[in-house]
């Protein structure tokens, strides 16, 4: 492919692209995954990569507002491709040259998912004023983001709606498309990209379009290590971030009748869920499905999904299934340090027999249909145990189950705790249809009760002086707890 860059016209520039114009012979042109709205071709020189974005399709975005703005963020030291130059081709395209800043996100597990929130909290924190505030737009929210909702009167109405209960703002600066497909990672850090739709909005709004694509698409602890993050640094009362989940969950609904968007085997199954457990929309009826009954009939706990087959749960990192005798040496590792008992009411086992023998006390239990546990497994490695995560006290009459979790020593601080509950409370809600999920954590075990807040537990409060624990005594407890409700199932 011949350099595309020699026929451009470039109206702004970075001194780094006169030596790129100066190299042209020495440049390597590689083109790679096309977007819907332009052509997107990669540059390699002197061991460093730039993008250069072609808008040769329907899209006419402006150009030198993303020059203009990249350059300003980019400054301030935010996670944004540094932008090299624009200009028109040959053909009346315009075109963008910006730093190549990696590919997809390699895994978008509950750490990626609080950094995108960090990044994204930082995008919102930025100061308009001065020259910015000159040249970033800023449009009338339902007018710019629901093109099309009048040929759709069922979803209009909800919008109409939902507006007068609604003052938007105008006051940050917004990405508009903010989403794991708009961020790219190279060497582990993580850089926002495609500032198609950027203006001066509504982080309220920017902030749910994120979570609700986030709801529809990745598991629990994804979702919930995105909104703990990001709600450290921005409060929006519960009742506000229904209100604009509201609308960016319509607004994903119009995508899809009007252009289309990814579904997958149980995208609409989520899609329902959050409509009906979201208190703005219970009342509307959709084509797609009607108004939610509110009530929990016919949803009661199943527990033929727990005990009647052992369930294997998978995320793109891990792996939970069955502890098998192949796996002793692992586990007596982990019974055999007293550094992972510390904070559980659980002897350590140094007698490796003794561990051997609780491998059937494992299978005893879930026969009895009385508790669970799944071995925590790596992806890459399949058969190596890292940890263990447990569910019991089924409480059918409420809905109600307790977990706990731990890990062996190697693997404490890497994120691993928090992604295995994510999947075991996505599967006990979805699943099971449990409706409350409950842990017990030990005053002092922080590391613990951080993985529980980041998968969107409530510290509901301390009982003192509560139970007896072996090789503890009487002891208080940190009684943690999570409703379907509280995340949207």
Not at 285 to 308: I, K
Not at 445 to 473: P, Y
Request: hydrophobic share 40%.
């Amino acid at each position: 492919m011949n350099n595309p860059i020699t026929s451009i016209s470039w109206k702004e520039q970075d001194a780094i692209l006169n030596t790129l114009l100066a190299q042209e012979e020495r440049i390597e042109v590689e083109t790679l995954n096309q977007g819907f709205e332009a052509e997107v071709i990669r540059l390699n020189y002197n061991q460093e990569s730039y993008v250069l974005k072609v808008w040769n399709k329907e899209s006419r975005p402006n150009i030198s507002l993303q020059y203009r703005l990249l350059s300003m963020l980019s400054e301030q030291g935010l996670n944004v491709s540094r932008p090299i130059g624009w200009g028109v081709n040959g053909s009346g395209d315009k075109v963008l040259l910006t730093s190549y800043d990696g590919g997809p996100t390699q895994s978008i597990n509950a750490a990626a998912a609080s950094e995108a929130a960090r990044i994204l909290s930082q995008i919102h924190q930025v100061i308009v004023d001065g020259e910015m505030g000159s040249f970033l737009p800023s449009y009338e929210l339902i007018h710019y983001f629901f093109q099309g909702a009048n040929e759709h009167p069922d979803l209009l109405q909800a919008i109409t709606e939902l507006e007068k209960q609604t003052q938007f703002r105008q006051d940050r600066l917004i990405h508009g498309d903010y989403h794991f497909n708009n961020i790219v990672e190279k060497d582990g850090h993580l850089a926002v990209i495609d500032w198609t739709n950027v203006q001066l909005g509504d982080s309220r709004y920017d902030f749910a379009w994120a979570l609700i694509l986030l709801k529809i698409y990745l598991n629990p602890g994804v979702v919930s290590s995105f909104r703990f993050t990001y709600l450290q640094e921005h409060i929006i009362e519960q009742s506000e971030l229904d209100l604009f989940e509201a609308f960016a969950l319509i607004r994903w609904i119009l995508l899809n009748r009007c252009s289309g968007v990814p579904v997958y085997v149980n995208t609409w199954d989520k899609v329902k869920r959050i409509k009906n457990s979201n208190p703005m929309l219970r009342a509307y009826e959709f084509d797609e499905f009607p108004a939610a009954n509110q009530t929990r009939e016919n949803q009661a706990m199943d527990l033929n999904a727990v005990f009647d087959r052992f369930p294997i749960l998978e995320s793109a990192a891990l792996l939970l299934k069955p502890i098998e005798l192949c796996h002793l040496d692992d586990l007596h590792a982990i019974y055999s340090n007293d550094l992972v008992f510390e904070f559980c009411g659980i002897m350590p086992r140094k007698n490796k027999e003794a561990v051997k023998n609780m491998i059937g006390h494992f299978e005893r239990d879930f026969m009895k249909r009385t508790k669970i546990k799944w071995g925590i497994f790596s992806n890459q490695d399949r058969d190596k145990l890292m940890g263990i995560v447990e569910a019991w006290n089924f409480n059918v009459k409420v809905g109600s189950v307790s977990i706990g979790y731990y890990l062996a020593e190697p693997y404490w601080g890497k994120g691993i705790a928090t992604e295995a509950v994510a999947l075991l409370i996505e599967f006990l809600f979805e699943q099971v249809q449990v409706n409350r999920i409950l842990a017990e954590v030990m005053p002092g075990n922080i590391a613990s009760g951080r993985v529980l807040l980041k998968n969107g537990f409530m510290k509901e409060g301390t009982l003192r002086q509560t139970e007896i624990w072996t090789g503890k005594g009487v002891v208080d407890l940190e009684i943690y707890g999570i409703l379907r409700e509280d995340v949207n199932y």
